[in-house]
């Protein structure tokens, strides 16, 4: 979902966890403040090395699931190999492009983009929401535009207005906004629910 794949050395050493977390980018404060629940189903797009698929496999629990998805080959066989390291058997490693996600429609309770709105296209976007159930959550963390130690370049990160902005335009409804850490910040958005009316029948969608 990035404007190119990366391979597993670029993900090892730009991704590396130890530099995040040092950074204030932390995974686990993130699914504590959404809220994830044991059970539920977890669609990481853009997962890179896992930094967050791995913390909420954890959370979901065994009962749970989660789609690590990527367009780099490179990047989903690191994925795989490091579930089966760390036995993690709720963990999916999904060979994704950017304008198809090979997922069903509507399996997610939560959709996440982490450090990607700033350079996928808009169908990355509509794909996101195609596989979040109606009422599920999209989260997008990113770099704040400002300038900061690692990221991309100010000129090419979003402002927090126009993610929102961006994300609103999809149809999504933001429902929360938050810092995580110094150098990013997170935004909640909702997949509205289908408009119920007296007397007619609606599909899921």
Not at 34 to 52: H, I, Q
Not at 62 to 68: E, R, S, W, Y
Not at 80 to 93: M, T, W, Y
């Given at each position: 979902?990035?404007?190119?794949?990366?391979?597993?050395?670029?993900?090892?050493?730009?991704?590396?966890?130890?530099?995040?977390?040092?950074?204030?980018?932390?995974?686990?404060?993130?699914?504590?403040?959404?809220?994830?629940?044991?059970?539920?189903?977890?669609?990481?797009?853009?997962?890179?090395?896992?930094?967050?698929?791995?913390?909420?496999?954890?959370?979901?629990?065994?009962?749970?699931?989660?789609?690590?998805?990527?367009?780099?080959?490179?990047?989903?066989?690191?994925?795989?190999?490091?579930?089966?390291?760390?036995?993690?058997?709720?963990?999916?490693?999904?060979?994704?492009?950017?304008?198809?996600?090979?997922?069903?429609?509507?399996?997610?309770?939560?959709?996440?983009?982490?450090?990607?709105?700033?350079?996928?296209?808009?169908?990355?976007?509509?794909?996101?929401?195609?596989?979040?159930?109606?009422?599920?959550?999209?989260?997008?963390?990113?770099?704040?535009?400002?300038?900061?130690?690692?990221?991309?370049?100010?000129?090419?990160?979003?402002?927090?207005?126009?993610?929102?902005?961006?994300?609103?335009?999809?149809?999504?409804?933001?429902?929360?906004?938050?810092?995580?850490?110094?150098?990013?910040?997170?935004?909640?958005?909702?997949?509205p629910r289908p408009v119920r009316h007296p007397g007619h029948l609606v599909s899921?969608?």
């Amino acid at each position: 979902m990035r404007e190119r794949a990366w391979n597993r050395s670029e993900a090892m050493t730009l991704l590396d966890p130890s530099e995040r977390r040092r950074a204030g980018e932390m995974p686990e404060r993130l699914w504590a403040r959404l809220g994830l629940r044991r059970g539920e189903t977890v669609v990481d797009v853009g997962a890179g090395s896992g930094f967050y698929s791995f913390p909420a496999a954890a959370r979901v629990g065994p009962t749970g699931h989660v789609f690590a998805v990527d367009v780099s080959s490179d990047l989903v066989e690191l994925l795989r190999s490091r579930a089966d390291e760390k036995k993690v058997g709720n963990l999916e490693a999904v060979l994704s492009t950017a304008t198809r996600i090979p997922l069903e429609d509507a399996v997610a309770d939560v959709a996440i983009l982490a450090n990607l709105l700033h350079g996928i296209p808009s169908r990355t976007v509509d794909e996101t929401i195609r596989v979040l159930r109606p009422g599920g959550k999209l989260v997008n963390v990113d770099w704040k535009k400002e300038p900061s130690e690692g990221g991309p370049a100010v000129r090419h990160r979003l402002s927090a207005t126009m993610a929102r902005r961006v994300l609103t335009s999809h149809g999504l409804a933001h429902v929360d906004s938050f810092d995580l850490g110094p150098s990013h910040y997170a935004q909640v958005f909702e997949r509205p629910r289908p408009v119920r009316h007296p007397g007619h029948l609606v599909s899921a969608e």
